[in-house]
């Protein structure tokens, strides 16, 4: 099983126009209760997200500091005393945007997410339009998979199926997403092999390998 992003992605997005002003952004964040909003063009594709981070600095003033401890950096995407005299969307936006597509799975969002540092992705279709938001807890929600589905696909698509091996010689138990494995291989590859593609099986929390060799007679 491979869940993908469309099966999880919220479809309910806030977002926000280009020429969106300073205070319409900060209106729709606190009417939908989000820390961030796409940013679209004329033609409804996603340029860019504007967050909470991004707004900030206009609270702090548009005066650099000198010195170590100052508070505003020049530097940046587009910088940080830029922002602070931005008076629109697509100058305060952070661009271009780290978006993924609906057929992704949910290991690639959370690896995209991880890699860029961003608590959520916006969905984009083929050409570039907003069709949904993927966050952090929906990436999560894998997790909720329940026991008896993992224990199903541990043995009938990793043992039996990828591995070709008698499921009747493998005992396997879940208990909340913590999969025990007891059993014998025949070598070690087989064995190390197993556990490693139980661990990717989605929902997956932890393996407790209790696999052993079968001792071969000698001839």
């Known amino acids: 099983m491979t869940t993908a992003v469309k099966d999880v992605m919220a479809t309910n997005v806030v977002d926000v126009r280009e020429n969106a002003s300073y205070k319409e952004i900060l209106t ?7 820390s961030a909003c796409p940013v679209l063009d004329s033609a409804g ?9 991004d707004l900030l600095p206009k609270e702090i003033g548009q005066e650099p500091f000198s010195g ?4 505003l950096r020049s530097s940046g995407r587009h910088g940080e005393l830029a922002k602070a005299a931005a008076l629109t969307a697509a100058e305060l936006m952070s661009a271009p945007p780290i978006t993924i597509g609906p057929e992704a799975s949910v290991t690639e969002a959370a690896r995209r ?13 083929e050409a570039g339009r907003l069709i949904g938001i993927v966050s952090r807890i929906d ?10 589905q993992i224990r199903d696909e541990v043995i009938n698509e990793v043992i039996a199926g990828k591995f070709r091996l008698d499921p009747e010689a493998f005992e396997v138990t879940v208990a ?3 999969v025990t494995v007891t059993g014998q291989a025949g070598r070690p590859a087989i064995a190390s092999g197993l556990v490693s593609a139980i661990r990717k099986v989605e929902g997956v929390i932890d393996v407790r390998d209790k696999i052993g060799l079968r001792t071969v007679p000698a001839p």
């Open 45 to 53: 594709q996603v340029i860019g997200v504007v967050s909470e981070a």
């Open 68 to 71: 170590p401890g100052r508070l």
């Open 139 to 148: 990436v999560l929600s894998i997790f909720a998979r329940p026991d008896a």
């Open 113 to 125: 997410m991880h890699e860029c540092g961003v608590k959520r992705l916006p969905v984009v279709n």
């Open 28 to 34: 729709a964040m606190g009417s939908f209760r989000v």
């Open 176 to 178: 909340a997403g913590i």
